[in-house]
């Protein structure tokens, strides 16, 4: 166990409502990252933090927001909920960043959080 | 269409009985990450490949990694229903984040 949590752990919404998921982890790692999990997609990276205040976009993060102004809590916001964005998300850590010059780490990840836009 | 591709979908195998589940990147592969993920649970690490040609295997779950063929395979050996679960694979491309699989759902029956 990475020492990782998530809250909530289940939500349902309605559209247009703003939703804030918490990721939160006790292994002071520099890097934390916010993925949505779809059948028939995989994982993909919505944003992740190297460090705090500093983020950045992943591969599908229009309509979602972060931020990290402590190095254990990394927040991601959706700020008007559609049905598109009822996914299961989940957040993880890795202590380096993944392709670094220095090494690829290993990501842990969080126990996900189910979200139910309607 | 996905930078990697694991097939199968998904296998259904009998107790006991061996099983392989094969990851294919359309890049070239800087390292290659398995997790098993239960229903409704959250990743767990397995086990990471960097190299070409290493191997790695932990109890009877073996992972090997073919740079070459841009492919990583996991095989289980003897499984058991505690095998059951949806396994991933996650590759450093050499961007700045992991490309995963769709998964492959493991059925194990007794």
């Known amino acids: 166990d990475a020492g990782i949590t998530q809250s909530p752990r289940h939500k349902v919404t309605e559209t247009g409502t703003p939703v804030t998921l918490r990721c939160h982890q006790t292994?002071?790692?520099?890097?934390m990252y916010w993925y949505r999990q779809d059948p028939g997609h995989g994982l993909r990276l919505i944003h992740y933090s190297y460090g705090v205040k500093d983020t950045d976009k992943g591969e599908v993060s229009d309509g979602y927001s972060v931020s990290r102004s402590k190095t254990e809590d990394f927040l991601l916001t959706l700020e008007s909920a559609t049905s598109s964005q009822t996914s299961v998300y989940f957040c993880a850590i890795s202590d380096v960043g993944v392709g670094t010059e220095v090494f690829t780490d290993t990501q842990y990840f969080g126990p996900g959080t189910r979200l139910t836009v309607l | 269409s996905q930078e990697l591709e694991q097939s199968p979908q998904s296998l259904i195998v009998q107790e006991g009985k061996n099983l392989t589940i094969n990851c294919t990147s359309s890049?070239?592969?800087?390292?290659l990450y398995w997790y098993k993920q239960k229903y409704g649970e959250g990743l767990i690490f397995l086990m990471m490949?960097?190299?070409?040609?290493e191997e790695k295997s932990h109890e009877k779950i073996t992972a090997k990694l073919d740079e070459k063929k841009q492919q990583s395979s996991l095989h289980i050996t003897a499984s058991q229903p505690s095998h059951a679960g949806i396994y991933l694979c996650?590759?450093?491309?050499?961007?700045?984040?992991?490309?995963f699989g769709a998964g492959t759902t493991v059925t194990v029956r007794a």
């Open positions: 890049k070239t592969l800087y390292g």
């Open positions: 490949l960097q190299k070409g040609g």
């Open positions: 996650g590759a450093d491309l050499g961007d700045y984040k992991l490309s």
């Open positions: 292994e002071n790692h520099r890097y």
